[in-house]
């Protein structure tokens, strides 16, 4: 089961912002709204962040947004800050055989 | 609030049947709402689905790992199991239990390690 392709790492610098970026087929996210994203800090489990492509659940910060294009969706963190560095990771929903996939991951660095 | 426990041994031999349960609190398993499953990560590398089921019993599973992988549910204890067969060094991983929409995992156990060596 191949994984949907992001950057291995994107850095800002406190107060910039950044994209990452998202690959995926007509398969999983051009084909469905199911796109989601999540952080990771390390030695801790994922969070979810984005769901439904462009949905914050409750208490995420509005500075995560969501976006999707074709077979490539994105999150973009805006005034970024140090506690936002961590690894990111997208998924999407791929059919109801495979039912999920996600991203190869990427490490954000705050400079 | 639902929270979601990982357990299980943290060594397995090689060859040998990975056995993992998930107990959920703070909500029913029983929920139409949601599928449950199970997600790993080798140390260093990242997320890997490995399969969902729904509180009816309807399983969905990823095809790499279909045919060594069994999740299960216990409604009356409110958990549901993997099981991950013949083992192999390349399953040494954490390994997350989540809840699960369509959409996302929006809900995460803490992980628990599973070594594979003899």
């Known amino acids: 089961q191949s994984a949907l392709t992001q950057p291995a790492s994107v850095s800002g610098s406190p107060g910039q912002s950044i994209t990452i970026s998202c690959t995926g087929t007509t398969s999983d996210v051009a084909d469905y709204n199911y796109v989601s994203w999540y952080q990771q800090h390390p030695g801790k489990a994922p969070k979810l962040m984005i769901y439904?492509?462009?949905v914050r659940p409750s208490g995420v910060s509005n500075r995560f947004s969501g976006s999707k294009s074709g077979s490539t969706a994105s999150l973009t963190i805006s005034g970024l800050q140090a506690d936002d560095e961590a690894e990111y990771y997208c998924?999407?929903?791929?059919?109801?055989?495979?039912?999920?996939?996600f991203g190869t991951g990427t490490k954000v660095t705050v400079l | 609030q639902m929270h979601l426990q990982e357990s299980g041994p943290g060594l397995v031999k090689p060859s040998e049947t990975l056995s993992l349960t998930c107990t959920v609190s703070g909500g029913s398993i029983s929920s139409s709402a949601y599928y449950w499953g199970w997600i790993r990560q080798p140390p260093g590398k990242g997320l890997e689905w490995i399969g969902n089921m729904y509180y009816s019993g309807s399983t969905f599973y990823n095809p790499s790992l279909k045919s060594r992988v069994t999740i299960s549910v216990d409604a009356s204890q409110n958990q549901f199991s993997l099981k991950l067969r013949s083992v192999t060094a390349a399953d040494t991983s954490v390994y997350y239990c989540?809840?699960?929409?369509?959409?996302?995992?929006?809900?995460w156990g803490q992980g628990t390690m599973v070594t594979v060596s003899s």
């Open positions: 998924s999407s929903y791929r059919g109801s055989s495979t039912l999920h996939v």
């Open positions: 439904d492509v462009t």
């Open positions: 989540g809840r699960h929409t369509i959409g996302a995992f929006d809900i």
